[in-house]
């Protein structure tokens, strides 16, 4: 199972970006989707955005589309959430997964991914 590691979290006025990455252990290609979930304390964990990994489509939650956009790198071992235009609601507790399945009719689902990074905390002051 491959691991990820989340980084690129901190603090930041609203209206700020940051660019989170998450790093995989191993080459993802074996792998579906690939996809950034959030969850602040007493919430459910909400899917945030995702990639399709041999497509390249991506999938974005309505409250973030327009100002995060997801990547992934050429080698496929590191994929990224760039969050511009960051408001107070954004933070949360960032989180990033991997699917093994191949086709995700809900793409932001966390019941979908079977691997799971630690977190990076992003915080968004007024």
């Known amino acids: 199972q491959v691991q990820l590691v989340e980084s690129g979290g901190g603090s930041v006025q609203a209206g700020g970006s940051l660019r989170l990455s998450c790093a995989a252990s191993e080459n993802i290609y074996s792998y579906g989707y690939m996809g950034w979930f959030r969850q602040t304390p007493g919430e459910e964990r909400e899917g945030v955005a995702a990639i399709r990994i041999h497509r390249g489509s991506t999938y974005a939650t309505d409250s973030v589309k327009g100002r995060f956009t997801i990547s992934l790198n050429n080698a496929k071992t590191t994929m990224y959430l760039q969050m511009n235009s960051l408001k107070p609601e954004d933070s949360a507790m960032y989180y990033c997964?991997?699917?093994?399945?191949?086709?995700?009719?809900?793409?932001?689902?966390?019941?979908?991914?079977?691997?799971w990074g630690q977190g990076t905390q992003v915080t968004v002051s007024s």
């Open positions: 997964a991997a699917s093994v399945t191949s086709y995700l009719s809900t793409p932001l689902s966390l019941s979908n991914y079977n691997s």
